[in-house]
């Protein structure tokens, strides 16, 4: 998989994995559903390169703030304007047929940097 098809889940304990982000876009639900682990994701555009995707439930249901997310929300723009809830998905913005594209490794470190996870090495993305 080349790495510029990648996407970070991070967790409100701050821990994280790096996934391969597909390249059909009927995949992309599958891989969404699976790494939150939830039968219905919402997306929030942090920026045009970013999109940030998370349980549409997680208030409902009692998932705890995922400081990191909002975090990662205010740094883009300056404040958050709400809690982000349960882990999210970070992938980048949408192609120019509007399709979800994935992150490159550094893009990933990028992520990271900004919400204040410091890292030696990403580890390799997980593969099924």
């Not at 970070?8 to 969404?32: C, G, K, N």
């Not at 992520?111 to 997980?126: A, F, N």
Request: net charge negative.
């Amino acid at each position: 998989m080349p790495a510029t098809n990648l996407a970070l889940v991070i967790r409100p304990d701050a821990s994280f994995d790096v996934i391969d982000w597909p390249e059909e876009m009927r995949s992309t639900l599958y891989t969404l559903y699976t790494a939150l682990r939830c039968d219905h994701v919402d997306v929030v555009d942090v920026s045009p390169e970013l999109s940030m995707w998370l349980d549409g439930s997680g208030i409902t249901i009692g998932v705890p703030i995922d400081v990191p997310a909002t975090k990662l929300y205010a740094v883009a723009n300056g404040r958050a304007h709400q809690f982000y809830y349960g882990t999210v998905v970070i992938t980048g913005g949408v192609d120019r047929h509007g399709d979800t594209i994935g992150l490159t490794r550094e893009q990933c470190e990028m992520v990271l940097g900004m919400i204040g996870i410091e890292i030696p090495e990403i580890p390799h993305q997980h593969t099924k």
